[in-house]
């Protein structure tokens, strides 16, 4: 439960920062991959099967191991947040934040009074014997928000979004934002790629990191070479399924 946050601690250092997605929804997989080299594992609960047991299970499970690890919630609401931080979480992504004001209600529903509206009733830390005063004091200084630009309206709030007093990373949804474009998957179009450049420009000015996930031609190494701090690049699922077409295939002739 005390454990610093990794992630913030990387980015604070300077460091770029690499990720996987978990949709395993398992504590088994993020002991698997804790050690490995990644920076942060997310479990993401917006597009996963995770449940907030599931999700207390994986986090559990990371606390031997010198690795971040985020959640990705459905969306900005403040009973699911408040449920999650009291899980362990120390580092939310939050989908689709249009606005400054939306940031700041996110904000807000991290953090505990004066500062925020978060309720009080952290009874993992508890349950541990950790005092309240010392989970409080831990949290204010080892929450991560992150807020996702996914839309041409959050490309254009975006340094306003970031400038927000506890928005601590964006990260682009590359996806969602060729689709709000009307334009799905066309990771090329000059309007696609001006509005991600957008959203890194805000991040920049506001003096925040900006992450994305690789998209069309843009693999992890260029778009760290963009600018881009995070960059969550592979799914537990796929890095499990492209080892298996590879052993198959290297043994292809052997089995006839």
Request: net charge negative.
């Amino acid at each position: 439960m005390r454990k610093p946050n990794q992630l913030k601690r990387r980015l604070a250092s300077g460091k770029n920062a690499f990720g996987i997605w978990l949709h395993s929804a398992h504590a088994v997989t993020v002991e698997a991959l804790a050690d490995t080299g990644y920076d942060c594992l997310i479990i993401d609960n917006e597009h996963g099967p995770s449940s907030l047991e599931q999700t207390r299970a994986q986090l559990q499970a990371s606390m031997p191991y010198d690795c971040g690890m985020c959640v990705r919630i459905p969306w900005a609401d403040p009973v699911y947040i408040k449920q999650v931080l009291d899980l362990g979480a120390d580092t939310l992504m939050v989908p689709m934040v249009e606005t400054a004001d939306a940031a700041r209600a996110v904000v807000s529903a991290c953090r505990y009074p004066p500062e925020g509206k978060r309720g009080m009733g952290p009874w993992r830390a508890m349950a541990q014997g950790i005092a309240v005063d010392a989970y409080i004091a831990h949290m204010a200084e080892n929450l991560f928000v992150i807020c996702q630009i996914e839309s041409p309206q959050a490309a254009e709030n975006a340094a306003a979004i970031a400038a927000v007093d506890g928005v601590d990373m964006l990260f682009v949804g590359p996806y969602d934002l060729s689709g709000a474009l009307g334009l799905p998957n066309q990771f090329e179009h000059p309007a696609h790629r001006r509005y991600v450049d957008m959203a890194l420009a805000g991040a920049a000015a506001a003096g925040k990191p900006c992450g994305i996930v690789p998209h069309g031609p843009h693999d992890a190494a260029s778009l760290f070479e963009r600018g881009f701090r995070f960059v969550s690049a592979s799914t537990d699922f796929g890095l499990m399924r492209r080892a298996a077409l590879a052993e198959i295939a290297g043994l292809a002739k052997a089995l006839g």
